[in-house]
């Protein structure tokens, strides 16, 4: 199995940007589709973004679109979350999760590891 460790979260002010970084080991990564997702205080965990075991097809929350963009790393055996224009309601605990099969999901419950999270912090 993989093990996923996020790094990259903080204090940004709105308008500024950060890079979250999932680092994975005991598996490659390109093995496993992955997943961001972000929980705030008293809400549902909710998807961010996805990308593909392939590497080549990505899918983003609406509210992310255009903002956002995923990455990887095979090298490095890391998956990226290029996160700009940062919002307040961008504030939230950041996860990482890998899947198995053909297309990426958007529900937690299609993702089988997961990291501790990051947390992310936009102050207006």
């Known amino acids: 199995q993989v093990q996923l460790a996020e790094s990259g979260g903080g204090l940004v002010q709105a308008g500024g940007s950060l890079r979250l970084s999932c680092a994975a080991s005991?598996?490659?990564?390109?093995?496993?589709?992955i997943g961001w997702f972000r929980q705030a205080p008293g809400k549902e965990r909710e998807f961010v973004a996805g990308l593909d075991w392939s590497g080549a097809n990505t899918n983003y929350a609406d509210s992310v679109a255009g903002r956002f963009t995923m990455s990887r790393d095979n090298a490095k055996n890391t998956v990226y979350l290029q996160m700009n224009g940062l919002k307040p309601e961008d504030t939230a605990n950041y996860y990482c999760?890998?899947?198995?099969?053909?297309?990426?999901?958007?529900?937690?419950?299609?993702?089988?590891?997961w990291g501790l999270g990051t947390q992310v912090t936009v102050s207006s």
């Open positions: 999760a890998a899947g198995l099969g053909g297309r990426v999901g958007a529900h937690p419950w299609q993702f089988l590891y």
């Open positions: 005991g598996r490659t990564v390109s093995s496993y589709n």
